[in-house]
Nanobody, 124 residues
Framework: QVQLVESGGGLVQAGGSLRLSCAAS????????MGWHRQAPGKEREFVAA?????????YYADSVKGRFTFSRDNAKNTAYLQMNDLKPEDTAIYYC????????????????WGQGTQVTVSS
């Protein structure tokens, strides 16, 4: 049974930082695309960041987080990370880890697997 389990969410003041983790189990994700989406209250789920299996050289970010968020992955640990710096109140959302064989479906919100989500709240 494949599982993606997120952790690291919480409450932080504007300008602060958080690091989210996504631990994958049930199969090896080293050759899978992995990434993050988020959903704010009353809004649709949106893409945040993702990479193909090859990692840093093929990583994509939403314009709203470029320069502030950094996606990384440790394929040996089957784990993906999202380092979030200079957080803003508009970053408040539930953050979902995603994984899939192809990047494009993940990017448009149709990955093979979703995690259960972790809440990030940024106070002003």
């Amino acid at each position: 049974q494949v599982q993606l389990v997120e952790s690291g969410g919480g409450l932080v003041q504007a300008g602060g930082s958080l690091r989210l983790s996504c631990a994958a189990s049930g199969r090896t994700f080293g050759n899978y695309a992995m990434g993050w989406h988020r959903q704010a209250p009353g809004k649709e789920r949106e893409f945040v960041a993702a990479s193909t299996w090859s990692g840093a050289s093929d990583t994509y970010y939403a314009d709203s987080v470029k320069g502030r968020f950094t996606f990384s992955r440790d394929n040996a640990k089957n784990t993906a990370y999202l380092q979030m710096n200079d957080l803003k109140p508009e970053d408040t959302a539930i953050y979902y880890c995603a994984a899939g064989e192809k990047l494009r479906p993940l990017y448009v919100g149709a990955p093979d697997y979703w995690g259960q989500g972790t809440q990030v709240t940024v106070s002003s």
